[in-house]
């Protein structure tokens, strides 16, 4: 098969992204020659390499659509910094791409810029959005919830969390069903503790700027 038949199988196919044994087994082809035909398309810009193994169609990706690829098969949603800051509540541009999944938390760097999964829980996993192009977006509520929840973890990456401005619209009760749904007392506790540290900080600023 040459490659503009194979581009247009793919095509076919309606996915976003795929890996190279989907390729192998749609083109009837070995596990070797897709990776070969799917490096050539690549060169082309048809398709672009996400991870080992994992391809995705185009070259110019919307950059938080890459959360969903690196993680797939599994699901994941845009969250932390990067919904925090898309959601106007901090100020500062992550660089790195912030994701939520069901799988394990990993950090990849990609073509088009760094992505960090962290993991949470099925029962945890959810508050999200879906944009027009398809990318799962946490609200603000559920963002800061996640980077309540994961603050505490081993690796310690939300240790200090950044300076935030939440609107008058800000719902605080959401963040509390989301923490009733925690499992571990210890880390329930923290949650409502460091929630009502932020509340009360958030009053005190509507207090001092009416």
Known sequence: MNQPEA???????????????????????????????????????????????????????????????????????????????????????????????????RRLKTPSGTVSLHHIPPTLFGGYTIAEDGTKIATAEKALFDLLYLSPTRLRFFASLPEMEVSRSFRWSEISRWTKKIAGKSRRAFVERKTSELKAIARSLKVAHP
């Not at 080992?52 to 919307?62: F, V, Y």
């Not at 699901?75 to 509540?89: E, V």
């Open 7 to 105: 581009l247009r199988s793919i095509q076919k196919l309606g996915v976003s992204s795929f890996e190279t044994r989907d390729i192998s087994a749609l083109l009837r082809v070995s596990p070797a020659n897709a990776s070969v035909l799917l490096s050539r398309l690549a060169s082309r810009g048809f398709v672009r390499r996400v991870k080992r193994g994992q391809w995705a169609l185009g070259t110019n990706p919307n950059r938080e659509s890459l959360a969903e690829q690196v993680s797939a098969p599994l699901p994941a949603y845009i969250s932390l910094q990067s919904a925090l800051f898309r959601h106007g509540i901090i100020e500062q541009v992550p660089e790195i791409l912030y994701a939520v999944t069901l799988g394990r938390a």
